[in-house]
């Protein structure tokens, strides 16, 4: 069924033009860091010499992923946090700290656990004297 009464003329507006864009331009876009990267990723992996494409298949990341990470390009989220921290074998915490600063707390912590427990000495000699 036609509509006879119709005009030929067709009324667009400004929103009807995208310009090649599907998205909003006004909207932010996620994951993007707000402010400095504050998570030592990068760091963690070299000091591990682990490579990006074996974070891809540890961690189950797209490369991009992987690589916008890496960069800092990606803010990271509680689950990257995590998925990051079981590929790098390392506690989640530890990432928000530099390796050797994390590798300092473990090993205060391990002779601190070898005080407590009165067995070897830090020297590696056994611990004749009553603490």
């Known amino acids: 069924m036609t509509n006879t009464s119709a005009s030929d003329f067709v009324r667009t507006f400004g929103n009807d033009y995208a310009d090649g864009f599907s998205h909003n331009r006004n909207m932010a876009r996620r994951g993007i860091p707000k402010g400095p990267v504050n998570w ?51 506690a989640q915490h530890e990432l928000l700290m530099r390796p050797e600063q994390a590798m300092a707390l473990r090993r205060f912590r391990q002779d601190a656990l070898r005080i407590v427990e009165g067995g070897r000495g830090l020297d590696g000699e056994e611990n004749a004297e009553a603490i």
Do not use: C
């Not at 990006?52 to 509680?78: C, E, F, H, I, N």
């Open 40 to 90: 030592f990723l990068r760091e963690w992996m070299d000091h591990l010499g682990v490579r990006q494409k074996d974070m891809v298949v540890r961690a189950g990341w797209s490369k991009a992923t992987a690589s916008q990470l890496y960069t800092g390009v990606q803010d990271y989220s509680p689950k990257i946090v995590n998925e990051a921290a079981t590929a790098l074998n390392i």
